[in-house]
């Protein structure tokens, strides 16, 4: 059921004067890799939480084999579903957001240990690979360092039966040596798993390093 | 060379407490030496949670109350009490700071650049916005936008003394840039500036002086041009280290740069300055060298250690491939080859 990821004319703003995004669409291949670049303010993030199903968009759909992953029971008025593929409700969405600010995307008052099982219980290797103490595990989001935190961000994201992990900017706000420690883990990851990836950066030369193709977004 | 700022045996500490009657300190910063001179930018770089963004905040005084620093921080030779901090910050001294919260969400963020109509258009163009993001609040920004009308903020006085906290993040290159220069600027035309941030390769390109931090000290202060080769020079070209699948994406098309020591500030923008490192004294500058994407991209394993949970000795030694005995005593930063390092194998 491995399949490409695919956003289709997708049209999206936060208010109904100013469009962010304008009839965008992009398609990502299974284990393809694709660094996502453009100008400050283009809707890099704005397209990464759509593509996750963590927006609504006005007009166009966002598929993953071909099938929609996100959209609204006409009948029911449920709302906007994120997730509503098969099997959704009993398990993970197989598209993952990891956000810039590790320090915004988990619960400041819980410890990290059930921060990472949130979803599902990563196994030893998930966490040796990413190179997360057991002893962290005990700790408050503000006792660890960015770096630190980003790591569980990664962890939690790799449930079984994602296939795309989305990355806005994860390291970003990291030193270089932590920076090249988690790219090359996940990299590792979704290679063996073949789990595709959408990375937003403003370096080139990162880019180069991570993707297998760039794909420009223009303002 | 005047010092505008000098910071002498900083140390930091947050008093915790384990359960309610127990209190511990917390030491974050443990001896951190550094200054900034007239027409001088210092870049401070290392690892994250290292204690860069406290001492940013140490010396502009709005640390959180729990914390206690030792050590001094002087401001052109007087030292900084809470009166004189009051009178120059945000005159003499600026702030631009690192998280995208610092904007006050209920006032339009023009009024927060400056009320001067005239100044405000100039920064605002400067910085490649639009004349109406002027009349928008924090939260409609982008976080690229927030970090520009932060960086106009800071810059809309005339400063004595930058401290720019992570001023790049969520900035495109070209943007990044462009502020670098505007800070550059501003230290050739007699401003100190004091640059906290993960990105190397801009701290290389433009900051004169490279100060490296790991887990709350000072491990080495090098020039800006150790970072490029030994002798000071500047590459013909680019070294992509094992360049293994990298595309050669920018800024390959530079001739052979200046020669030679002397023109290691000039930002001039032609070309990236890189070449083998080797003029870097510490082992965790070279690991931080070898780290960046375009050098190889090498993940040195291993974390920093807890800052409630250091080693005796050098902090870095859990890392270290140099390794020895003597590293159980921590090293005292000594000069060497014209920078100052904290190691005991430093050659």
């Not at chain 1, 008052?109 to 190179?131: I, N, Q, S």
């Not at chain 1, 994602?162 to 900017?169: H, K």
């Not at chain 2, 005047?2 to 009657?21: C, H, P, Q, R, W």
């Not at chain 2, 206690?68 to 003499?92: D, E, F, Y």
Request: hydrophobic share 40%; aromatic share 6%; glycine share 12%.
């Amino acid at each position: 059921m491995m399949g490409a990821l695919e956003a289709k004319n997708i049209s999206f703003g936060y208010d109904r004067k100013r469009k962010v995004l304008d009839d965008v669409s992009i398609s990502v291949g299974a284990g393809e890799r694709v660094a996502l670049v453009g100008p400050s303010g283009c809707g890099k993030s704005t397209l990464c939480k759509v593509l996750a199903g963590h927006l609504e968009p006005w007009s166009g759909e966002v598929t993953l084999d071909g099938e929609a992953l996100f959209g609204r029971d006409a009948g029911q008025g449920t709302g906007f579903e994120p997730w509503r593929g098969p099997g959704h409700g009993h398990r993970p969405c197989p598209v993952q957001l990891i956000y810039q600010h590790p320090e915004k995307a988990v619960n400041p008052r819980r410890k990290l240990g059930k921060t990472l099982t949130e979803a599902y219980v990563p196994g030893e290797d998930v966490l040796r690979a990413l190179g997360i103490e057991p002893a962290w595990s005990n700790r408050y989001p503000a006792e660890l360092s960015g770096g630190e935190l980003q790591r569980f961000c990664i962890a939690r994201a790799l449930a079984p039966g994602v296939e795309f992990i989305v990355a806005d900017e994860i390291s970003t706000m990291l030193d270089v040596v932590t920076q090249a420690q988690i790219w090359q883990a996940l990299i590792r990851i979704c290679e063996v798993r073949h789990i595709g990836l959408v990375a937003v950066t403003h370096s080139p030369e990162l880019a180069a390093r991570i993707s297998t193709r760039v794909v420009e977004l223009l303002a | 060379m005047n010092n505008i700022l000098e910071v002498k045996d900083f140390s930091l500490a947050f008093a915790m407490y384990d359960g309610v009657f127990h209190r511990r300190m917390l030491n974050v910063i443990t001896n951190l030496n550094i200054t900034v001179g007239e027409g001088e930018m210092v870049a401070v770089a290392g690892s994250s949670g290292s204690g860069k963004s406290l001492l940013a905040h140490g010396i502009m005084g709005i640390l959180p109350q729990n914390a206690v620093t030792g050590g001094s921080v002087l401001w052109r030779g007087q030292p900084m009490t809470p009166k004189l901090l009051k009178k120059i910050r945000g005159r003499a001294l600026a702030f631009v700071p690192q998280s995208v919260t610092y904007l006050d969400p209920l006032i339009r963020v023009g009024r927060q650049i400056t009320r001067d109509k005239g100044k405000l258009g100039e920064l605002i163009s400067r910085y490649h916005l639009k004349p109406e993001v002027a009349r928008l609040y924090p939260h409609e920004l982008s976080g690229g936008m927030t970090r520009r009308i932060m960086i106009c903020a800071a810059l809309a006085g005339s400063p004595e003394l930058v401290v720019a906290d992570e001023p790049t993040p969520g900035l495109s290159r070209h943007l990044a840039e462009h502020a670098m220069k505007h800070f550059r600027e501003m230290a050739d035309a007699g401003a100190g500036v004091l640059l906290v941030t993960h990105d190397i390769e801009l701290a290389i390109r433009f900051a004169d002086r490279i100060a490296v931090f790991y887990g709350g000290t000072t491990v080495e202060t090098a020039d800006a041009a150790d970072f490029v080769n030994g002798d000071g020079r500047y590459p013909n070209g680019r070294d992509g280290g094992d360049g293994a699948g990298v595309g050669q994406v920018t800024g390959d098309s530079q001739d052979a740069g200046g020669d030679g020591a002397g023109a290691g500030s000039e930002p001039d923008g032609t070309g990236r300055r890189q070449g083998d490192g080797v003029g870097l004294r510490h082992p965790y500058s070279k690991a931080l060298w070898a780290a960046m994407p375009q050098n190889g991209f090498v993940p040195t394993p291993g974390v920093q250690p807890y800052a409630g949970d250091l080693p005796a000795g050098c902090l870095y030694a859990p890392r270290c491939p140099m390794r020895t005995q003597a590293c159980d005593v921590a090293p005292e930063p000594r000069p060497l080859r014209g920078g100052v390092v904290s190691c005991h194998h430093a050659v």
